[in-house]
């Protein structure tokens, strides 16, 4: 029933427009962008949300679930943290992800040092010197940016849940204002009724642009470092895979039972 209402009061000719309204050009563009990083079936978040309410709760759905992934991708632990005591940016004794198989692969260019695997060698060590400063970029950019993050999931995030429980009941309270006021017998119930009504409106209306703020802020410097995170896990993954590629195709040419060779087996 609200949704109903609030798609038809939002289509009133002359009527002003709400505080989601307002910023939906660029709130719409964000979340869509969210959902596409995220390959979001509209199914699940539909383009066509029919109320502020719907919109706000898959925002905040979506925008949870990307913060979640964030936070894995920089904390060894897969376990979702909240606590701010336990939450850290640092890799394991301050070694980057991939600098053993960096050492490893620089091993077996000793080792393997026909022309076709130094060949392949000089491509993945072009790749890993642009893998060494991504990640210098985005660890840089992580460790910046990771207090705020924490900061919106410890604090913010609690607050927008609050204030969605609050704009259920504002909602909850207009919608029985507006059912009174249809069903008023006189004119004097009407008056008052009508006033309790427009009370209730402007609570609604307030408490909505309260939940638009809370929902909002934060969200393209959270996409941002969801994107760089992808961008860093995907070149790591290319990276990681060539090299296991070259020291695979180094351990089949050269038949060898040295122990280098039967550990990369």
Not at 206 to 216: A, I, Q, S, V, Y
């Amino acid at each position: 029933m609200s949704s109903s209402n609030e798609r038809s009061q939002s289509s009133k000719p002359g009527s002003k427009p709400t505080a989601l309204q307002t910023k939906e050009s660029g709130a719409k563009k964000g979340i869509f962008a969210l959902f596409r990083y995220k390959n979001i079936k509209t199914t699940e978040y539909p383009h066509l949300l029919v109320s502020d309410r719907d919109f706000l709760e898959g925002f905040q759905k979506a925008l949870l679930d990307m913060l979640i992934n964030v936070c894995s991708s920089i904390q060894p632990s897969s376990e979702f943290i909240t606590d701010v005591e336990r939450m850290h940016f640092e890799y394991p004794e301050g070694r980057s992800p991939f600098k053993e198989v960096h050492e490893l692969f620089k091993e077996a260019q000793v080792h393997y040092d026909f022309p076709a695997f130094l060949d392949n060698a000089e491509r993945i060590k072009t790749m890993w010197s642009k893998l060494t400063t991504t990640h210098k970029s985005f660890h840089t950019m992580v460790k910046n940016d990771f207090t705020k993050s924490r900061e919106f999931l410890v604090e913010t995030y609690p607050a927008i849940n609050t204030a969605f429980k609050d704009l259920d009941t504002a909602r909850f309270k207009l919608d029985t204002a507006n059912h009174d006021l249809k069903n008023a017998k006189n004119e004097e119930v009407r008056i008052t009724r009508k006033k309790t009504a427009d009370d209730n409106k402007a609570s609604y209306d307030k408490t909505l642009t309260n939940t638009t703020e809370l929902t909002l802020q934060g969200f393209k410097p959270r996409l941002y470092i969801a994107i760089e995170a992808t961008k860093f896990i995907s070149l790591y993954k290319r990276a990681h895979r060539l090299m296991f590629e070259a020291v695979q195709e180094g351990r089949n040419s050269k038949r060898c039972t040295c122990k280098f060779c039967a550990s990369s087996k």
